[in-house]
């Protein structure tokens, strides 16, 4: 069983930066891949990007590329979101969930899901 809580979100203006930080509470955190999503008002949940459970493999969309890194560190039981150059379409409430295997996450078949945490860009 792992628990997730995110942290982080907030008010940023177009351009900025945040980090948003998922803590795992269990003690097979380590053993899975890791992915954050997204969801705006009146859209449907997007994924977002994953890295497997060593840390060593990644995969982003398309518009997120080159702004967003995903990284983990197992000792904290700890993964993250470095958002940089932030746009008012990256506002939504962001979540990070957890599946033993890398492809499962990007179908958004995970086994475990946090509570959200807000990003709001203003522009």
């Known amino acids: 069983q792992v628990q997730l809580v995110e942290s982080g979100g907030g008010l940023v203006q177009a351009g900025g930066s945040l980090r948003l930080s998922c803590a795992g509470f269990?003690?097979?955190?380590?053993?899975?891949?890791m992915g954050w999503f997204r969801q705006a008002p009146g859209k449907e949940r997007e994924f977002v990007a994953v890295?497997?459970?060593?840390?060593?493999?990644?995969y982003y969309i398309d518009s997120v590329k080159g702004r967003f890194t995903i990284s983990r560190d197992n000792a904290k039981n700890t993964v993250y979101l470095q958002m940089n150059g932030l746009k008012p379409e990256d506002t939504a409430v962001y979540y990070c969930?957890?599946?033993?295997?890398?492809?499962?996450?990007?179908?958004?078949?995970?086994?475990?899901w946090g509570q959200g945490t807000q990003v709001t860009v203003s522009s």
């Open positions: 969930a957890g599946a033993i295997r890398f492809d499962r996450v990007k179908r958004h078949d995970c086994d475990y």
């Open positions: 269990g003690r097979t955190f380590s053993m899975y891949a």
């Open positions: 890295i497997n459970w060593s840390g060593d493999d990644t």
